[in-house]
């Protein structure tokens, strides 16, 4: 009964004091004590005629001087009076806690409405309370994550005063995780995100009440980009729920789909529409009536939930210099919209910008120093890096939080093992709590220190490659602010495990501009390897040549792909205290930035597969027409079948044409290099380079001269020669490629 409230309590002892009466009506005469005193404000007891008891029609106090007699139209006048003032009655609903209303809502249609009215919801809370803590996912486990409590105040025990460690309102075998909290309501989902069918669940942990959403789109199998939640008691009510999925209807684009409780299922909102890939569509923030997401490339966009609206939103110039935005934050408290930005040279230094309600224009709030922070905290330093590396300071911002004022704003930030709370305008700041190591993490190399496997495992992911090892997702990381390619490689083509981790540990430690960074791996309890790189913003090199765009036909861009290409293998084969061999060199391995800056993937990749996962490897190169002739097994892989690879790759860019040429006559090589041997005995000189290679030159730019562009053919065919011995070097082809772009 000390869990029950003290209105229910009231209600409970007017009940049963009705009991006590109709088990007694028969004796007139026994003394009861029932009066309105028994029910003091805030209760509610509505009787009606039919439910009074006759003993109630007549009650005597035989010990008081005076008796008095209360009739029961005295009691049905007070009950109507009450239930047709819609004043008094909500002054009176006002006053109850949280759980009786809840029951309350169950008496009639008219009490439902006075209950859920957006004005009374607002009466009964005008000030809503500070957040008192922050949920995080730091479990390593891939099913049944758990959560750790952050307090926001360092006086509560994380342990004591945490609401759950684990969602378990629903028996899903995935395990539940939370998306997004929206002013009490959270979104969550099951854990494992590549699930085909996973599920969404809207939760209020404070009635422990969930309800299941129906899948998007209608059940057909798109991908789901991201699940917004849209709730503001203070309008409505009812939530919406805003759904991102890739449009059946144009490729390429996306849809947006609505679904509300109170209006039915799913349903499209709007046309089909284009946004730029790494559009944080799973990290959509609520406030002023949208759902607003942001792009670290192109236009960010907000979402009018209510007009169904969808507009561009303005952002803060980015730096000169800088190619990208470099986001810190992005989140809403108090119903203000924040943003924080983090460029160098020091990264401890920043602004955290508000943007307008009539988004004119986002304005610097609160201006940050975090290196009083850092004095007190050194492990927030990677001391083995230069104070202007942009990895330099260790932290994340976990939550932005504003208080009544100005003065009691702060900012949470996660360093390693610790969470630090740091006020804006008294810049004053204090430990909140302690993190245990997380067992059995990722293991991150640079640029990938902080990552965690929750981080993997929850980043919303497309698959963009699928082999017979693995599969190859596109996927994007909130904490390290970048779009990632992640790749999974399956326990049964995985090598064993104590020559795997020292190569894929070795392959860590390779850095040059001109090759694909690994940033971190996960070894998983069945064997299942997982690697993580970064991603480029024009895609594969492949792409970029089937386009057909004026770009891919322009003389310098060309030069500079390929002796980026050649600079970065050149790394592998001579500048490594011992040589790599790539094994896999292809067009699709190769990523482009924004500047056509090359970037080799996947080298070394064959050395983590064991013999017949590295012999399906070599299939699939030989079938893409990338695999040098003499090359039989993948063990034997060398700096010469490299050669011959790279040698496809040049013809690639100069021809426009497919390694494999299909649809080609029966007397024809389906091999490029053996085709243009062909065009050359043939003496179609038209055939070895596209044509708009001399027509594609800026103004500013010299025209190349034909005599160039055959010479870069002449090298291409020099490494693809059918025998290795003949093959230029790496080193060679760099000299040859520099002597061409002087």
């Known amino acids: 009964m000390s869990n029950i409230p003290k209105s229910v309590l009231h209600n409970s002892q007017s009940l049963r004091a009705q009991q006590s009466l109709n088990r007694r009506e028969e004796d007139s005469e026994e003394e009861v004590l029932f009066t309105s005193q028994c029910l003091p404000c805030p209760c509610i007891v509505i009787p009606t005629v039919a439910q009074m008891p006759n003993s109630m029609l007549s009650i005597k106090r035989s010990r008081a001087p005076d008796v008095f007699e209360t009739s029961i139209a005295e009691h049905t006048s ?19 806690p949280i759980r009786s209303l809840i029951r309350f809502k169950s008496v009639s249609k008219h009490w439902l409405s006075l209950i859920t009215n957006p004005h009374f919801c607002l009466r009964r809370n005008p000030h809503p309370n500070p957040p008192s803590g922050l949920f995080l996912h730091r479990s390593s486990r891939p099913t049944n994550p758990k959560f750790e409590w952050v307090p926001l105040d360092n006086t509560q025990n994380p342990t004591n005063n945490a609401p759950f460690s684990s969602l378990t309102f629903v028996n899903d075998t995935s395990g539940i995780t939370i998306l997004q909290s929206c002013n009490g309501l959270l979104c969550c989902r099951s854990f494992r995100v590549r699930e085909p069918k996973s599920s969404y669940y809207i939760y209020n942990p404070t009635t422990k009440q969930f309800t299941t959403l129906p899948r998007p789109g209608g059940g057909i199998s798109k991908t789901i980009h991201g699940v917004n939640l849209a709730f503001d008691p203070s309008k409505s009510p009812h939530y919406k729920v805003v759904c991102v999925r890739s449009s059946e209807l144009v490729p390429e684009h996306y849809q947006i789909e609505i679904y509300s409780p109170d209006t039915g299922p799913w349903r499209v909102s709007g046309r089909p529409f284009t946004a730029h890939f790494d559009t944080q569509f799973n990290r ?16 960010s966009l907000y979402f009018n939930v209510d007009e169904e609206r ?4 303005l952002m803060p110039l980015v730096p000169d210099g800088w190619d990208e935005r470099r986001f810190g934050y992005f989140g809403e408290s108090r119903d203000h919209l924040h943003l924080v930005e983090i460029y160098g040279p020091s990264t401890s230094r920043f602004n955290v910008y508000e943007m307008e309600r009539d988004y004119s224009k986002w304005f610097v709030k609160f201006r940050v120093d975090l290196d009083p922070v850092s004095t007190v905290f050194p492990e927030m330093i990677r001391s083995h890096l230069h104070p202007w590396d942009l990895r330099y300071f260790s932290f994340v911002l976990l939550s932005l939080v504003r208080g009544e004022k100005d003065e009691d704003s702060f900012v949470v930030l996660h360093i390693t093992g610790k969470a630090i709370r740091y006020n804006f305008v008294d810049t004053t700041f204090k430990k909140l709590c302690d993190f245990a190591p997380s067992p059995h993490d990722i293991e991150g190399f640079s640029g990938g220190e902080d990552l965690t496997i929750h981080d993997i495992l929850e980043a919303p992911g497309e698959v963009v490659g699928k082999s017979s090892y693995g599969t190859l997702y596109r996927a994007s990381l909130l904490k390290i602010n970048s779009i990632t390619l992640l790749r999974f490689l399956r326990p049964a083509c995985t090598g064993r495990p104590k020559e795997v981790v020292p190569a894929i540990q070795f392959l860590g430690s390779i850095r040059h501009p001109n090759l694909v960074p690994l ?3 996960y070894a998983g309890p069945k064997g299942e390897k997982l690697l993580v790189y970064p991603f480029y913003g024009r895609g594969t090199l492949a792409q970029f040549i089937r386009d057909g765009n004026g770009e891919s036909r322009k003389w310098a861009i060309i030069h500079r792909i390929s002796i980026g290409i050649v600079r970065g293998l050149d790394h592998l084969h001579s500048g490594l205290e011992r040589p790599v061999i790539h094994g896999n060199l292809k067009s699709k391995n190769i990523l482009l930035d924004r500047n056509y800056q090359p970037c080799v993937s996947d080298f070394g990749l064959y050395l983590l597969l064991n013999p017949t996962a590295g012999q399906e490897m070599l299939e699939a190169s030989e079938a893409q027409g990338y695999k040098a002739p003499e090359l039989i097994k993948m063990k034997d892989a060398s700096e010469e079948t490299d050669i011959y690879s790279l040698g496809v790759i040049l013809l690639e860019i100069l021809t426009g044409k497919e390694p494999i040429i299909e649809n080609s006559p029966p007397a024809q090589d389906v091999y490029l290099p053996n085709s243009m041997r062909n065009a050359i005995l043939d003496n179609r000189i038209a055939d070895l380079y596209h044509p708009d290679i001399l027509l594609g030159q800026n103004s500013d730019e010299s025209p190349v001269t034909e005599e160039r562009i055959l010479k870069f053919f002449q090298l291409a065919m020099a490494c693809c020669s059918p025998s290795p011995s003949l093959r230029p070097d790496i080193k060679q082809v760099l000299r040859k490629l520099q002597e061409m772009g002087d």
């Open 78 to 96: 007070a009950a109507d009076t009450v239930a047709g003032n819609d004043d008094l009655l909500t002054e009176i609903l006002l006053r109850l």
């Open 284 to 299: 959509g923030v609520y406030w002023n009536g949208a759902i607003h997401w942001i792009s670290s490339w192109e236009d």
């Open 310 to 313: 969808l507009e561009t939103m």
């Open 519 to 521: 940033r971190a791996f």
